[in-house]
């Protein structure tokens, strides 16, 4: 019994060391993922011009940044991405999802501002410059809207203004061809329109002369003559002024 008992406890002895000597060697966990240099990388990326790379990065960080600090700068970081590859719809879209995902972050109010100034770069004038401008003037009221404490202030209400300038020289441009094409109608309606919207627009004198001088050629003199004093009154040094004048003496002989 004792030489059985041996040779049984032998025999486990072996097995254990067989198992022991075939085992797997172990493997070294896995490094904890900084999400921090991950950020600092991909930055480093897009100054590189690699955008690909550096919002294949950006994702990444998005997915597995457990301390929720970096996903959300992780994603304005994908539409400044595409702002600087030129790509603005893009860009836009980006910028939209961070509003949906992070509407109360404190980079809130810059995702919104560079929406409207996506649109507002694509300004060139009033004729290809219109569509630009009502999609910018219209994220820039938003933004006033939303985040009334925005740190864009100082700039924000010269580029309204500038947005209402190329939106209201369209207006104009517009009733100046239906001026000239004898749609006199046409062109008070866009006149008077563009008159009433946008009040400050630089280019006013203009608008007032040929309001009035398309109420003369419908022959409707009591608002011509409205129109042109207006004008002569309000800019005494513009160079209309002289043949507004000239007009008004022939309404009133």
């Known amino acids: 019994m004792k030489i059985v008992r041996k040779f049984d406890i032998f025999f486990l002895l ?7 000597c075939s085992s797997k060697p172990a493997v070294k966990p896995t490094e904890t993922f900084d999400p921090e240099k991950a950020f600092a990388k991909a930055n ?11 919002r294949a990065a950006f994702i990444e ?12 700068l992780a994603q304005l970081r994908i539409a400044d991405s595409y702002v600087k590859e030129e790509e603005p719809e893009l860009a836009v879209a980006e910028y939209q999802k961070f509003l949906e995902a992070y509407p109360d972050h404190k980079y809130a109010s810059y995702a ?3 929406i409207a100034m996506v649109y507002f770069n694509q300004i060139e004038g009033a004729e290809r410059g219109y569509s630009g401008a009502a999609r910018a003037l219209e994220e820039f009221e938003k933004l006033k809207k939303m985040f009334p404490r925005n740190p864009y ?39 008077e329109g563009l008159l009433k919207k946008y009040p400050g627009y630089k ?16 022959g409707k003199k009591d608002r011509a003559s409205e129109y042109l004093t207006r004008l002569i009154e309000k800019y005494p040094g513009n160079k209309l002024v002289a043949d507004a004048k000239k007009e008004l003496a022939r309404i009133r002989p």
């Open 203 to 218: 280019g006013e004198a203009e608008v007032l002369f040929y309001t009035g001088m398309s109420y003369k050629n419908l």
């Open 14 to 20: 072996l097995i254990l060391f067989i198992i022991s």
């Open 153 to 191: 202030k100082d700039v924000l209400d010269l580029r309204i203004e500038k947005c209402k300038n190329t939106i209201a020289e369209y207006g104009f441009l517009v009733g100046e061809f239906y001026y000239k094409k004898g749609s006199y109608n046409a062109a008070i309606e866009r006149f």
């Open 61 to 72: 960080i998005k997915s597995r940044d457990m301390s929720r600090n970096f996903a959300p």
């Open 112 to 114: 919104q501002y560079q």
């Open 44 to 54: 480093e990326q897009i100054e590189k011009k690699d955008y690909e790379k550096a």
